[in-house]
């Protein structure tokens, strides 16, 4: 994450925040990381049909 990216500070669940940790771990990644990946598998997840790119 580059010194320039926005920070958040967010309140989570106790036992969202510790399952987040435990998966990055698992993922070799920081909490950070594992945040950004699922928010942006989340934000493709959700982008309308015409937007996906799909490789042929």
Do not use: G
């Not at 771990?25 to 996906?52: D, F, M, W, Y």
């Amino acid at each position: 994450m580059a010194r320039n990216d926005e920070q958040a500070n967010l309140r989570l669940p106790k036992d969202l925040k510790d399952w987040l940790v435990q998966q990055a771990s698992v993922n070799r990644r920081s909490l950070t990381s594992e945040v950004i990946v699922r928010l942006e598998a989340s934000r493709a997840a959700s982008a309308p049909a015409a937007q996906k790119v799909t490789a042929k």
